[in-house]
T-cell receptor, first 113, second 114 residues
Framework: QKEVEQDPGPLSVPEGAIVSLNCTYSNSAFQYFMWYRQYSRKGPELLMYTYSSGNKEDGRFTAQVDKSSKYISLFIRDSQPSDSATYLCAMTLLQTGANNLFFGTGTRLTVIP | NAGVTQTPKFRVLKTGQSMTLLCAQDMNHEYMYWYRQDPGMGLRLIHYSVGEGTTAKGEVPDGYNVSRLKKQNFLLGLESAAPSQTSVYFC?????????????FGEGSRLTVL
């Protein structure tokens, strides 16, 4: 079983729709949760970062963590064609070390004008 | 404002050939990483470095070697390329360990091994 599971999609929505992207994980020790956005033929870039449970909002984006269910979500409101990208969830343990960042496989999103 | 730069961006190799991918960062980051990205597998850590002169193995290190002779550079070598090493390779760097989340990635190097 993978540490982090993410539906690969692809997901296609009309412009203005609300998008929900999700990941589940198996290791209850994960404490830091991130969403990266990767445009086609580019490297990933950090979009949102949360610590432990709860919600975090940044403009049209909301990251949600439910540690009891081992489930994280990214919501995109009023989706735009520029949001078309692959979204990768990532999470890490509460300990030092550069080798403990676990990525999901990514969900490919297309927002149709 | 270059950030993380990878060279070359594309390369085609024959089985058994060797090559080196170069990563350079201008942000004075201590930590540097090499990942490979394959369809359905996501990003997998090959090797990483926590400072100049240090390297360590990640999740999938076999068939690769790395060196960090200068703080700003991290080299990934393939001594004898195999078709299974066909992939997109990403270099990344960060200020601190991965638990703070912000890795800065390069644009990727696409390698095909025939």
């Amino acid at each position: 079983q993978k540490e982090v599971e993410q539906d690969p999609g692809p997901l296609s929505v009309p412009e203005g729709a609300i998008v929900s992207l999700n990941c589940t994980y198996s290791n209850s020790a994960f404490q830091y949760f991130m969403w990266y956005r990767q445009y086609s033929r580019k490297g990933p870039e950090l979009l949102m970062y949360t610590y432990s449970s709860g919600n975090k909002e940044d403009g049209r984006f909301t990251a949600q963590v439910d540690k009891s269910s081992k489930y994280i979500s990214l919501f995109i409101r009023d989706s735009q064609p520029s949001d078309s990208a692959t979204y990768l969830c990532a999470m890490t343990l509460l300990q030092t070390g550069a080798n403990n960042l676990f990525f999901g496989t990514g969900t490919r999103l297309t927002v149709i004008p | 404002n270059a950030g993380v730069t990878q060279t070359p961006k594309f390369r085609v190799l024959k089985t058994g050939q060797s090559m080196t991918l170069l990563c350079a960062q201008d942000m004075n980051h201590e930590y540097m990483y090499w990942y490979r990205q394959d369809p359905g597998m996501g990003l997998r850590l090959i090797h990483y470095s926590v400072g100049e002169g240090t390297t360590a193995k990640g999740e999938v290190p076999d068939g690769y070697n790395v060196s960090r002779l200068k703080k700003q550079n991290f080299l990934l070598g393939l001594e004898s390329a195999a078709p299974s090493q066909t992939s997109v390779y990403f270099c990344a760097s960060s200020w601190t360990s991965g638990r703070y989340g912000e890795l800065f990635f390069g644009e990727g190097s696409r390698l095909t091994v025939l």
